[in-house]
């Protein structure tokens, strides 16, 4: 604030924000502990960690007052979707239920007092997904909860082999929800679908209403649409204030994310900003020699906690081979790439290998964007098929 010379007194209205300059994620790995408050108890933190869904794993101090207050943004959604705090829900995220090679029983957890089915994503193949189905619909959950190309996944199963599962809701966050997927889901279910989207940074918060329309949520935090060309498409960077966390506080923070904005009335009644779509989210799907799919957000669970990693970007160049290709910072050390291989070894199977490669930066894509997972593989196979003419296995939603 001193070197921009901005004194308190001159923040009378929220656009007095704009005095402030953009902050990005290479000015908060570069701060270290230096962008952490000094003013809060460090035993009242915890740490937040972001697999980057733009490439760069992050670490985050959360204060335990902004923890427990996002649970309160996260049942408003709920709330919207009609599921209440007694209801049963089925996870399809990233939690460890089981180890990477387990198969059978072992896949799902069950916690009675949360009213939790927790099903193992990381072991999700066409295979798995009847499985879960029986499951699902035997313990009566009332919605799904889960990343988008999981749910999609397990949609597309149940619509394929003709099993019958009906649920409330449906609610998905962490990748781009496409038309087609949210469709898929929609028919699978019977169930209407709400997508949120957040980021571990906690700035931003925009949810959809029961009329599938993108809201951006005003008391979570102060959020800029900012246009990103010169000429009125809509398209916008997200730039936001985050408005709970004081153990570090980020102040016109740029997620890295594209949304188009709207300025037509949602149908809802609800007065906040209206969002068309998400972008920025676009990722390959990982497939196994058994089957097994992984998505982006499932995928990035290899680099929480990794530290020091300026990039990232996951590549599939065999059936049964991934190359995490990598850019460490300045304190990048042997310690980092141990606790990579640890982080490796506790999620991907035995059937999948990975080799870690330094490099001076990962390739963007035109849009300047790091694609966070790149099949070979899925690439070649969708060339293949629409040169043969055939339809892909996931021709009922491309994700
Ligand atoms: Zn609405």
Not at 274 to 302: C, M, N
């Amino acid at each position: 604030m001193d070197d921009h010379g901005i004194r308190i007194r001159d923040i009378k209205a929220l656009d007095d924000i704009k005095l402030f300059p953009v902050l990005t994620k290479k000015d908060v790995l570069q701060a270290g502990d230096s962008i952490i408050s000094s003013r809060y108890p460090r035993w009242m933190t915890r740490m937040g960690y972001t697999g980057g869904t733009t490439g760069t794993p992050m670490q985050l101090r959360r204060d335990l007052f902004s923890i427990a207050n996002e649970h309160a943004f996260v049942r408003r959604q709920w709330d919207w979707a009609g599921i209440g705090l007694r209801d049963k829900c089925a996870y399809l995220t990233g939690r460890l239920v089981a180890k990477p090679d387990d198969k059978g029983s072992s896949l799902y957890a069950y916690d009675p007092i949360m009213k939790e089915l927790i099903l193992s994503t990381y072991h999700l193949s066409p295979e798995t997904a009847k499985d879960y189905a029986s499951v699902i619909k035997s313990y009566g959950a009332k919605a799904i909860v889960g990343y988008p190309s999981a749910v999609c996944l397990l949609a597309r199963t149940c619509l394929l082999s003709g099993i019958d599962i009906k649920i409330k809701s449906t609610l998905t966050s962490s990748e781009t929800l496409s038309k087609g997927m949210r469709d898929t889901v929609a028919k699978a279910f019977d169930c209407t679908v709400y997508d949120f989207y957040g980021s571990a940074e906690r700035v931003c918060y925009i949810q959809t209403c029961e009329r599938g329309r993108y809201h951006v949520i005003p008391e979570y935090g102060l959020t800029e649409l900012v246009p990103v060309d010169t000429w009125d498409n809509g398209k916008c960077k997200v730039v936001s204030t985050g408005f709970w966390n004081m153990a570090m506080p980020l102040i016109r923070y740029d997620t890295g994310d594209l949304v188009t904005r709207s300025d037509e009335p949602c149908p809802c009644g609800r007065s906040f900003q209206v969002v068309k779509s998400i972008e920025g989210r676009q990722a390959d799907i990982v497939r196994t020699p058994s089957g097994r799919e992984f998505g982006a957000a499932i995928l990035t669970h290899l680099l929480y906690g990794a530290g020091n990693i300026l990039e990232s970007q996951i590549i599939q160049d065999a059936l049964d081979h991934l190359t995490i290709k990598y850019v460490p910072s300045s304190e990048f050390s042997q310690k980092d790439v141990k606790a990579f291989e640890g982080l490796i070894l506790q999620h991907l199977p035995g059937e999948l290998k990975a080799d870690l490669k330094q490099v001076k930066a990962v390739e963007r894509t035109q849009s300047g964007k790091i694609r966070p997972v790149v099949s070979v593989i899925d690439r070649q196979n969708r060339i293949n098929m629409s040169q043969a003419n055939l339809s892909p296995a996931n021709a009922i939603a491309e994700p």
